[in-house]
């Protein structure tokens, strides 16, 4: 079994962030009448256009669409900015649509999965990627602020940004859980109760709120590991 964690109690790297790229705010809905039929090709997401890739989107109504969306692996919150067809993409100051992220159930790009977060009914109004499928879904949204930093007499020197991530936990497809920075430790010990090692290493806080992604795959690994001969209880 890798030693997964084994490292994860050592200490983690920091969180990789996928920065994506924001589109333009033209207000406009999808509706029935646009052309969002699945494209006689087969369903490809690999090649990235001017920052767009072609994705599978299902609406809010169970039915499947595809079109091209920013490649982006931060989430998407607000309005999702699209393009119908590749060549309306290509062309030249064509800018484009946009749907409201309420609108969207879940997303299918470049490999990876994003789902409408849906907490106790009401939506969340993002689109999270998910991180780690098993036992115990993680999903992560990432919103870039800018951040003004300053000299030491409090003068501003440059704009720049900082990622935010947000952690939602799903267990064996039940509801969703919100991690809560400030309370961190004291919800993920709660959560992650029955596994030693990883109660110690969140008690100890070598385990923070940035090594979300760590501490779910290491309990997702020790929910699967086998199960050793010499302690099957016989019939």
Known sequence: MRLFILTALLGLAG???????????AATALSAQDSMAAPKSPFDSGSVIKGYSKAEITGADGKTHYVFIPASGNGFAGLLPFYRREEELRRFGTEPLNIDVDKVQSIRLQGQYYEHMVL??????????????????LFSYIEVKEIMTKSGDG????????AVPYWYLRRSGQGLVVVDQIEFIAQMTHYFHDHHDLLVALKQRKLKYRDMQQVVEAYNEYLTRPVPVDTVIPK
């Open 155 to 162: 003068m501003p020197l440059s704009l720049g940004s900082r």
């Open 120 to 137: 106790k009914g009401k939506r969340k109004h993002v689109l999270a990627r998910r991180l780690t499928n098993g036992p115990v879904e």
């Open 15 to 25: 969180m990789r962030v996928a920065y994506g790229q924001e589109g333009p705010v």
